[in-house]
């Protein structure tokens, strides 16, 4: 029967066709609308590591007090004290401090310019906490971190750019005048939003070129390359004034596998906390946090407000298409009343009739889809208008978002099309054969 009620759907829309374009119009605007801001959305509000997120966790110490931090919040970075004795004491299963650098490569020859070059100082647990995946080689080793060895991971991009994507691992790269041996060569990985550096970027950015060691960073004085925020007065004369000024810069991550050892790291940070009260370095009661990958996003506010703001307008307009549908369903099925009243006097049920509209509708609602993607496909290549480049750029129609257009225009039309089918059951056989 399903075929019979498919083919007297599309007749039906053949014989009005009009109706039926203004039908098919309303849907595909309506989910097209929907779909390309629901693809930003989904880009900057996912979550970036769903396998590990809740064992990823970021501390923060409070190390300015009361009267300078952010409205009672602990900095979002640690400075170099703490982030060093957090690494010392090792509480955690692993764990890494991270910052941003800037640094130039030179090609081997001497044909090419250097490159620039966005990396990060990272301890070795960088790559297993955060399943970075490699290509060729792998990290190095906590003995390497306390070596201060000269070794480097490379993108599988920046490989491609130096050694023609071959196995580089065992080379020698040259960033900044000094000469790194390559450990390992990633595959291509920009975990988005940019979730274990949301103090340095915004959490969206192109993926890394290289990590080095962050022993070797600070044996080089290597000053970050993304954001550093100091409070009060501070003169500076050398490399280590730096390094013991209130100055935030790291990122700390630890990974904790069950909520007893979160429990724990949390009594060690305020353990920490008070014993720098007590020796006078803090002048303030202990004030931490340890927000997990998820609970980071949502306090960084990394989903910008126009995704949000853009994702429910596409949807009251796509609620008005609806509407409109609705009303155009409901003129096109009570239309036919007279053969309603034919059909029902012959003994067809009203779940028949309720059958046969409802196919009818979701002809509608697939046709609608088709049009909707191409209206998607149009629409994903200009939502920079709204957001800004680095955001717009991961908007794309990929396979999922082709399913999803198409299975949200045929279950809205059905959705829309149960009170037209229910006026259109609800009709009396007798009344209409004695109206013809």
């Known amino acids: 029967m399903f075929g019979y009620y498919l083919e007297l759907g599309l007749r039906s829309l053949r014989r009005n066709p009009a109706l039926t374009a203004l039908m098919v119009m309303a849907i595909g605007f309506g989910v097209a609308a929907s779909m390309i801001t629901y693809s930003v959305f989904r880009a900057v509000s996912g979550n970036p590591i769903p396998d590990k997120s809740a064992q990823l966790f970021t501390p923060q110490i409070d190390s300015w007090g009361p009267q300078q931090n952010l409205q009672g919040e602990p900095p979002e970075a640690l400075d170099y004290v703490d982030a060093m004795a957090l690494m010392r004491t090792h509480q955690a299963k692993r764990q890494t401090l991270l910052y941003l650098v800037q640094m130039s490569v030179m090609p081997g020859g001497d044909r090419d310019l250097p490159l620039a070059a966005n ?230 049920s009203r779940r028949e009739i309720y059958t046969q509209y409802l196919i009818e509708a979701a002809t509608v609602g697939l046709a609608g889809g088709v049009l909707g993607l191409l209206f998607t496909a149009i629409g994903v290549t200009g939502v920079g208008v709204l957001f800004p480049p680095q955001i717009a750029q991961l908007a794309h129609l990929d396979f999922s978002l082709v399913a999803l257009t198409l299975l949200v225009a045929i279950i809205a039309t059905v959705l829309a099309a149960f009170y037209p089918a229910w006026r259109a059951a609800s009709v009396q056989p007798a009344w209409q054969l004695k109206s013809n």
């Open 119 to 348: 990396g990060y100082a990272v301890y070795g647990d960088f790559f297993p906490m955060f399943d970075v995946p490699f290509q060729y080689g792998g990290g190095w080793s906590a003995q390497d971190d306390q070596a201060r060895s000269a070794e480097v991971v490379i993108s599988g991009e920046l490989n491609q750019k130096l050694f023609g994507g071959v196995d580089s691992v065992g080379r020698t790269v040259n960033l900044n005048g000094h000469d790194y041996r390559v450990v390992g060569v990633t595959r291509h990985w920009n975990p988005t939003p940019r979730f274990f550096d949301l103090f340095s970027t915004s959490g969206f950015k192109e993926a890394s070129d290289f990590y080095m060691p962050f022993s070797r960073a600070l044996d080089l004085k290597m000053r970050p390359g993304g954001r550093n925020s100091c409070r009060g007065k501070l003169t500076f004369t050398g490399w280590e004034d730096y390094l013991q000024s209130n100055c935030v810069w790291i990122s700390p991550w630890v990974e904790l596998d069950s909520a007893a050892d979160v429990a724990q790291y949390r009594r060690f940070l305020e353990s920490y906390a008070d014993n720098q009260q007590r020796a006078g370095r803090f002048a303030w009661a202990p004030n931490v946090r340890l927000r997990n990958v998820m609970q980071w996003l949502d306090y960084e506010h990394v989903v910008p407000p126009e995704s949000r703001i853009s994702l429910l307008v596409a949807l009251g307009f796509f609620l008005i298409c609806l509407i409109n549908t609705i009303g155009l369903l409901l003129a096109k099925f009570l239309r036919r009343a007279g053969e309603i009243g034919v059909r029902r006097a012959l003994g067809a």
